[in-house]
């Protein structure tokens, strides 16, 4: 089992920056691949980032491409989402999502556990 408590989302304009952040519970860390998702208001929740065990492997989806990224840091437990030049349908609860090992990594269902998520707003 792996607990993940995703942090930093807020309100900000646009063209603006945020950093999120996620931590994981446990001593096994580096044995998850990990993935960040958003859910906007209505919306399925869909594919952001992901990251290898590693951090050398590495996705984010088209819609982020250039904006965001994603990093790791095993000796502290956590994954970032740093986003810059954020826009209005950015707007959404950003999810932080762990699983041993994954053949889609843009796969919802590949994920086995899930943080509480944390809203990111960005106004015009």
């Known amino acids: 089992q792996v607990q993940l408590v995703e942090s930093g989302g807020g309100l900000v304009q646009a063209g603006g920056s945020l950093r999120l952040s996620c931590v994981a519970s446990?001593?096994?860390?580096?044995?998850?691949?990990m993935g960040w998702f958003r859910q906007a208001p209505g919306k399925d929740r869909e594919f952001v980032a992901y990251?290898?065990?590693?951090?050398?492997?590495?996705s984010v989806a088209d819609s982020v491409k250039g904006r965001f990224t994603i990093s790791r840091d095993n000796a502290k437990n956590t994954v970032y989402l740093p986003m810059n030049s954020l826009k209005p349908e950015d707007t959404a609860v950003y999810y932080c999502?762990?699983?041993?090992?994954?053949?889609?990594?843009?796969?919802?269902?590949?994920?086995?556990?899930w943080g509480q998520g944390t809203q990111v707003t960005v106004s015009s």
């Open positions: 999502a762990a699983t041993p090992a994954v053949t889609d990594y843009d796969a919802v269902d590949e994920y086995n556990y």
């Open positions: 990251i290898s065990r590693s951090g050398i492997a590495t």
């Open positions: 446990g001593r096994t860390f580096s044995t998850y691949v």
